[in-house]
Nanobody, 119 residues
Framework: QVQLVESGGGLVQAGGSLRLSCAAS????????MGWFRQAPGKEREFVAA????????SYADSVKGRFTISRDNAKNTGYLQMNSLKPEDTAVYYC????????????WGQGTQVTVSS
């Protein structure tokens, strides 16, 4: 049974930082590309960042570029999202997801972790 479990969310003031983690089990994590998405109240889920299976390539939404950093540790089956200079508009539920290398659609999703940024 595949599980992705996010942690590290919470309440932070604007300008602060948080580090989200995504612990994977039940799959060969190093064979999957990984992504982070978020969904704010009343809005659709949106892409935040992605990293390839070997961490050789990353991509970011324009809204977080330069502030967020995605990374992974395949030995620990864990992915990370370091979020700096947080803004109130970053408030959302953050989800990690995994997809096989040759597939566009994400196969597995976590349950999400709430991030709230106060002004």
């Amino acid at each position: 049974q595949v599980q992705l479990v996010e942690s590290g969310g919470g309440l932070v003031q604007a300008g602060g930082s948080l580090r989200l983690s995504c612990a994977a089990s039940g799959l060969t994590f190093s064979s999957y590309n990984m992504g982070w998405f978020r969904q704010a109240p009343g809005k659709e889920r949106e892409f935040v960042a992605a990293i390839t299976w070997g961490a050789g390539s990353t991509s970011y939404a324009d809204s977080v570029k330069g502030r967020f950093t995605i990374s992974r540790d395949n030995a620990k089956n864990t992915g990370y999202l370091q979020m700096n200079s947080l803004k109130p508009e970053d408030t959302a539920v953050y989800y990690c997801a995994a997809r096989r290398r040759a597939v566009i659609k994400y196969d597995y999703w976590g349950q999400g972790t709430q991030v709230t940024v106060s002004s």
